[in-house]
Antibody, heavy 118, light 108 residues
Framework: QVYIVQSGAEVKKPGASVKVSCKAS????????FTWVRQAPGQRLEWMGW????????AYAQKFQDRVTMTTDPATRTAYMELRSLRSDDTAIYYC???????????WGQGTRVTVSS | SYVLTQPPSVSVAPGQTARITCGGQ??????VHWYQHKAGQAPVLVVF???DRPSGIPERFSGSHSGDTATLTIINIEAGDEADYYC???????????FGGGTKLTVL
């Protein structure tokens, strides 16, 4: 069974950065990519971007282009999403999942709650 | 930017059939995926590539795609089906994944 386990909840101050991780297991890590989405309170799912775990190629939503970096570490089978210059409206649950581009996201992490508050 | 349009809400009585639509421009050439999302839980893929069902997803869930509209159909609705449902495609021109606005399914 494929497992994707995300890092724990974070509380950050405005202007800080957060780095969320997703550790994957039980499949060839570099054969897939990762998609990142988030859900703010009361809002819809919002696509942030994807990363190819084989070559590190990324595509970021224009909204996050200047503030987000997605990376992977095949040695530890972990994907990362770093969001910088946090604002209160970045408060959300962040999800990663296996799959990218035209490939459906078939397994998801449990979500990481990020709270941005002064 | 590419936009997928879903009805904001659908309400269905238990045992009945729910149909959730998703539409977009030049939609016919794109493969559509559908996700079920309950608040605070991980999304679940229920249909991929228009009409395929992942293992473990009940046969009550099915997908279709004709022209500019894709449809997720759930028969014999159960209380546990109450959730938000999102359609999603890949937009090749921008290399973006695009999600619909989501449809809240309420079981009456």
């Amino acid at each position: 069974q494929v497992y994707i386990v995300q890092s724990g909840a974070e509380v950050k101050k405005p202007g800080a950065s957060v780095k969320v991780s997703c550790k994957a297991s039980n499949y060839p890590f570099t054969a897939y990519g990762f998609t990142w989405v988030r859900q703010a309170p009361g809002q819809r799912l919002e696509w942030m971007g994807w990363i190819n775990a084989y070559n590190g190629k990324t595509a970021y939503a224009q909204k996050f282009q200047d503030r987000v970096t997605m990376t992977t570490d095949p040695a530890t089978r972990t994907a990362y999403m770093e969001l910088r210059s946090l604002r209160s409206d970045d408060t959300a649950i962040y999800y990663c999942g296996r799959g990218y581009r035209a490939v459906a996201v078939d397994f998801w992490g449990q979500g990481t709650r990020v709270t941005v508050s002064s | 930017s590419y936009v997928l349009t879903q009805p904001p809400s659908v309400s269905v009585a238990p045992g009945q059939t729910a149909r959730i639509t998703c539409g977009g421009q030049n939609f016919g050439t794109k493969s559509v995926h559908w996700y079920q999302h309950k608040a605070g839980q991980a999304p679940v893929l229920v249909v991929f590539d228009d009409s395929d069902r992942p293992s473990g997803i009940p046969e009550r869930f099915s997908g279709s795609h004709s022209g500019d509209t894709a449809t997720l159909t759930i028969i014999n609705i159960e209380a546990g089906d109450e959730a938000d449902y999102y359609c999603q495609v890949w937009e090749g021109r921008t290399d973006y994944q695009v999600f619909g606005g989501g449809t809240k399914l309420t079981v009456l």
